[in-house]
């Protein structure tokens, strides 16, 4: 079990002892009930928060049509928001506890002298940062250029559970969500993405075993998710 809790994120890796220890030194623990909302655009720019336990949904959201697009699924060792601290411009999103979550945060001023000390940290996040907006262009590309099927196929291939030893392999618990969620993930509704899942399950393509979401067949899976198109 580590000591530090900054040790299991992958944004602190390489840096040594000493410097992870100044910076578990200025940060404060947050906790969060499960449905709350942790921060809105406001207050993107305030501080910087590196979770540590359960799951934050990072969203942007149309406040007249109530429709809300999931950007980002956070769990322990991701962080945010990572926009606001690299440009120090507010952030049109909103984050949300999933489950009850535990969080570390520092003041943005503070967690930005730390990057311009610690080369490694700064790598770091340039390299978390490059992973996020790569995430962020798939979804986008997805919802241009993909049906509703195609885009849960392709949410449900990125989140097989490789831990799992099995010859039908699971869905990560990270993706053990409500189908609405589901729905907010790939920019859909949630009555959809239920009609989408019963199809697979008529097909052969998932099952739910245990209360948990498992691939029948890999091969008819990946043939959703590529041929499946508007």
Not at 48 to 73: A, C, D, M, P, Y
Not at 195 to 201: E, N, P, S
Request: glycine share 8%; proline share 5%.
């Amino acid at each position: 079990m580590h000591v530090n809790p900054l040790e299991d994120s992958p944004l602190f890796a390489g840096l040594g002892t000493h410097a992870l220890n100044e910076i578990a030194g200025g940060l404060i623990t947050e906790t969060w009930p499960r449905k709350r909302q942790i921060i809105g655009p406001s207050q993107t720019t305030q501080r910087f928060r590196i979770l540590t336990r359960g799951r934050v949904k990072i969203t942007g959201s149309n406040s007249q049509e109530g429709r809300e697009l999931t950007l980002w699924l956070l769990g322990p060792g991701d962080a945010f928001d990572i926009v606001s601290l690299l440009d120090g411009e507010p952030h049109a999103v909103s984050a949300w506890a999933l489950d009850e979550v535990t969080i570390l945060s520092a003041p943005m001023p503070l967690f930005r002298s730390w990057l311009e000390r610690f080369p490694h940290l700064r790598l770091a996040m340039h390299r978390y940062a490059a992973g996020k907006l790569r995430e962020l262009t798939e979804l986008a590309t997805g919802i241009a250029l993909h049906d509703t099927s195609a885009r849960l196929a392709h949410l449900l291939l990125r989140y097989i559970d490789t831990t799992h030893r099995s010859d039908k392999p699971c869905i990560d618990p990270m993706l053990d969500l409500p189908q609405e969620e589901l729905a907010s993930m790939i920019g859909s509704v949630r009555v959809v993405v239920s009609r989408a899942l019963a199809d697979m399950a008529r097909q052969g393509v998932v099952s739910v075993h245990n209360g948990r979401l498992r691939i029948e067949s890999l091969k008819r899976l990946l043939r959703f998710a590529g041929e499946s198109s508007v």
